[in-house]
């Protein structure tokens, strides 16, 4: 007999302004499934995983659980009929403690006289599953990007539902523990759960999923066994078409010296850095995290204080004590995290794009908003931006799309140095190639730039050179056939360390 889905999307219709966002779309999940669903930046996933489960109305079609229609008024509705959702963006409350966000919401029947020792005590539980360095106490404010994701999975899972939904839940997640939500997703099917898995890489969704579907432009374009599927197959059903999925070729020569950094000091993660970047090249930056690849990046360029060492642009050496010294000498860094980079969310795509060159778009005190717009324009161009216009909200882009305004504003800021901290997170496939082209384009423009990457993949792909880092230190800086998975990884593991470090 067939079994009946845990849950039914019947013909689901969602309309923005602009754009229609879920054209038609069903899908249905079996108990005991992972279930993948890809598509590009703005195919819709978002949407329809908000629909599931009460964030977002839909304008027309139904949504069945376990074979009875349901109209949820919010996310506590469904969750109270079976559905949990991590989102895509961060929703903690940063002031707030890790266990206090990871109750909040409960029935308060079951946890309003709680006391902290006990809430506490029932965090840890589930905090030792993913063998975190915090505490519950600890205040999510204080916590690295992926930590807080790890709050965010956890508080999914601390409620028994029977569908748990992610939506690109490892974007911010270390390899590790990636692999640790995975032996959890596992475990949960293995329970008879159902799991609902968004993601842009496809090593993970070949791994783990036993079912995908892919949306393109709203329209949902099939859903087949994984097994019977390659990733050609996926990426064509994706984007319609086969697409190339090679690197830019490397650069052939390199340029005289444009950035030394020597001796850079600035707390136990960055100890004694040295390197240098040439003109015209991409040197990749790799560490496991908690390496120390993002300090060293932070004390470079003036956001955290350094204690010692010379930071060198064509020879002469810079005073660099605040970001703005940096920007200034047009040395530009993108963070890792899109929401603290002050993505504002709520300006639109042409005053974001405006907001890093002001004094170049204002004359005499007016803001120039034609010239704004222009630039946006390009951004948009360029990196093919899914928006309807620049004057739409930034937050109301796709998470890809938003990351990539966060790039394309910066590369249109003729830098010196561009550093770039994780720059195709959450970005899909064909516009992570585009990305990486544009990347290779700017170094042949004589500009040096620097990609950290917890992709390994990318890494290889893309560098000319590799400094790999561990412990804070410079482990080894790797060129030509050296850049490989095997000899990047002992390096990053601190296999290579022991004789560097005092
Ligand atoms: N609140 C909103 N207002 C207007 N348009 C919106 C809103 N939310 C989403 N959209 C639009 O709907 C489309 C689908 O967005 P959605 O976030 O579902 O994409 P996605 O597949 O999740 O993409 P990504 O991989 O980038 O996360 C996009 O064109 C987006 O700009
Ligand atoms: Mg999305």
Redesign the pocket.
Known sequence: MEQTPLLEAHNLKKR????L?LDDVSLSIMAGEIHAIM??????????LNVLTGSLTPDEGRIVVRGEEVRFKSPIEARAQGLAIVH?ELSLFPHVSVMENILVGMTPSRFGLMDRKKMALLVSAHLRRFDVQFGPEAIVRDLSVSQQQIVEIIKALMTDVDVYIF??PTSALSVDDAARLFAVLRELRGAGKAIVY?S?KFDEIFQLSDRISV?RD?QMIGTRPIAEVSADDVIKMMVGRSLNRIYPQKSLERGPELLEVSGLEAGSKCRGVSFSLYEGEILGVFGLVGSGRTEIMRALTGIDPKSGGRVSLHGSPLRIRSIQDAIQQGIYYLTEDRKQQGLYLKMSIRDDVASVRLEQLSRHGMFQREAAGRIAGEVISELSV??SSST?LI???????QQKIMVGKWLTMHPRVLILDEPTR?I?VGAKAEIHQLLRKLSTERIGVIVISSELPEIVGLSDRVLVIHGGVVAGVLSGDDINDELIMEYASGLHTEQLTR
């Open positions: 923005f302004p602009g754009t966002a598509g590009e930046n703005g195919a819709g996933k978002s949407t329809l895509q939506d690109e968004v842009h949306l709203g899914k928006a739409q937050g109301s882009l796709s998470g890809g799309n959450g899909d």
